[in-house]
């Protein structure tokens, strides 16, 4: 199986400073049509889990543009430019190309 | 707008079963590949279960190979799971989530999700 390793586990933040999440796979993540299957998912406290992100960089109709994806082969990045309140919660990057795994997420508080 | 709306969660003894519902509306259902993902209580996320649009192709986590099936009925929008000989490490809340198809990808909408617990 896939494994997808988060980094850090626990991640406080000033407001208004930027946030970075790390999550690395233990496989390349490029599929046989060339397309990498890597997505970011953002869940707030008491509420369903979100996409913000897919295809390493797309991001989902309504997601702020201070979020953004980037990476290739076995290193994805999320990014928050300027972080909020309202982005607490837990990110988890999740792989599509070999089956579904998850990363452990990564819990993003207010400093 | 598309929504995922699970039901059927509750209190069950360890060995028991429970049948999981998802109603979906604002799409076309039987276009759309469906999942089935938990999350244990402070947990994080596992995939279990997995189904085709006409729901000839499925799959499932090891975890839950051979106790849980999944099924869909395209002519009332809805996906089920149907889980037997439940277990305390099954207790979870149970999301029904979406495949937005080959452009957008995985995981694309999700239920508010179900609580299940295992207990006696």
């Known amino acids: 199986d896939v494994v997808l390793t988060q980094s850090p586990l626990s991640l406080p933040v000033t407001l208004g400073q930027p946030a970075s999440i790390s999550c690395r796979s233990s496989?390349?993540?490029?599929?046989?049509?060339?397309?990498?299957?890597l997505n970011w998912f953002q869940q707030r406290p008491g509420q369903s889990p979100r996409r913000l992100i897919y295809k390493v960089s797309k991001r989902d109709a309504g997601v702020p543009d201070r979020f953004s994806g980037s990476g290739s082969g076995t290193d994805f990045t999320l990014k928050i430019s300027r972080v909020e309140a309202e982005d607490v919660g837990v990110y988890y990057c999740m792989q599509g190309t070999h089956w579904i795994t998850f990363g452990q997420g990564t819990r993003l508080e207010i400093k | 707008d598309v929504y995922l709306v699970e039901s059927g969660g509750g209190l069950v003894q360890p060995g028991g079963s429970l049948r999981l519902s998802c109603a979906a509306s604002?799409?076309?259902?039987?276009?759309?590949?469906m999942n089935w993902v938990r999350q244990a209580p402070g947990k994080g996320l596992e995939w279990i279960s997995y189904?085709?649009?006409?729901?000839?192709?499925?799959y499932y986590a090891d975890s839950v190979e051979g106790r849980f099936s999944i099924s869909r009925d395209n002519a009332k929008d809805s996906l089920f799971l149907q889980m037997s000989s439940l277990r305390a490490e099954d207790t979870a809340v149970y999301y029904c989530?979406?495949?937005?198809?080959?452009?957008?990808?995985?995981?694309?909408?999700w239920g508010q999700g179900t609580l299940v617990t295992v207990s006696s």
């Open positions: 189904i085709t649009g006409s729901g000839s192709i499925i």
């Open positions: 604002g799409f076309m259902f039987s276009d759309y590949e």
């Open positions: 989530v979406r495949n937005g198809g080959a452009t957008t990808g995985h995981f694309d909408y």
């Open positions: 496989q390349g993540l490029v599929n046989s049509n060339g397309d990498t299957y």
